[in-house]
């Protein structure tokens, strides 16, 4: 397989978890794409971490003219017309898809449907509704750096969990990035650092509880995966991302 160039795997990590046009891929080929997408896995928590600074900065520079909610409300909106909504969409999907006793091939069947049933209308509800009760609840200095490192933490249990889990079927992210080795993992959490040290550096139990329940949570998704459909898939990974936000904003909060 042809490599793709270095600079090449932090712009498909740009392009796969935001709506921004890169231009500059279309001068690799498909095989060399592939090759990179595989390599982008360590660049999502920096992505991430974009991502979240767009967030915290309307959130702020909303509420210098809105109420807290509105504030965070437009935050929320800015961020899903920035993302395409991506992880709120596998949250929805992922809910839908183990709310019940479905298993194996009926589990990926209902992910792989874009419809959004009641337990997937819950878990996107709960999901987004969370994130702006916290968002309204601190103040916006500490939001600002608890955003920032949610979206980061978030995208790096992506990865974390890509890493331990292989992918089940032949479609999605998650097979295009296959098992992720260690030394992209440990890229990845090197690279994911840059957003989360400001939070630690003032909210360090915050932080500290928030790994350890990350660890907790992805052993337990881990095996939970395996028993119920064989692997992971790309919803699969978009909902840890959503859950590893939530934990980071709700242990700041507490």
Not at 46 to 57: P, Q, S
Not at 217 to 244: N, Q
Request: charged content about 10%.
């Amino acid at each position: 397989m042809t490599r793709a160039p270095l600079w090449a795997p932090p712009l498909l990590a740009l392009q796969f978890l935001t709506r921004l046009p890169v231009p500059v891929l279309a001068r690799i080929s498909a095989e060399q794409a592939a090759d990179g997408l595989a390599r982008a896995m360590a660049w999502l928590p920096i992505v991430g971490t974009l991502i979240g600074l767009v967030t915290a900065g309307v959130f702020v520079g909303a509420g210098a003219v809105w109420p807290p909610l509105v504030a965070a409300i437009l935050a929320l909106m800015v961020e899903g017309l920035l993302t395409g909504a991506f992880h709120e969409d596998a949250v929805a999907d992922f809910c839908d898809a183990f709310g019940g006793t479905a298993q194996g091939e009926t589990a990926l069947r209902i992910m792989k449907d874009s419809r959004i049933g009641t337990y997937g209308t819950l878990g996107l509800g709960l999901s987004v509704g969370l994130r702006l009760a916290v968002m309204v609840v601190l103040p916006a200095p500490v939001a600002v750096v608890a955003i920032v490192a949610a979206a980061t933490m978030g995208r790096l249990w992506a990865v974390l969990l890509a890493g331990v889990v292989a992918p089940v079927r032949s479609d999605g992210m998650a097979v295009r990035a296959g098992l992720v080795p260690p030394r992209r993992v440990a890229l990845a959490i090197v690279l994911a650092l840059p957003g989360i040290v400001p939070l630690a550096v003032s909210h360090l139990v915050p932080v500290t509880a928030s790994l350890f329940v990350g660890q907790v949570f992805l052993w337990w998704l881990a095996r939970f995966l395996r028993r119920r459909i064989g692997g992971s898939t790309g919803d699969c990974l978009g909902f840890a991302a959503c859950v590893g936000q939530l934990v980071v904003l709700l242990a700041v909060a507490a």
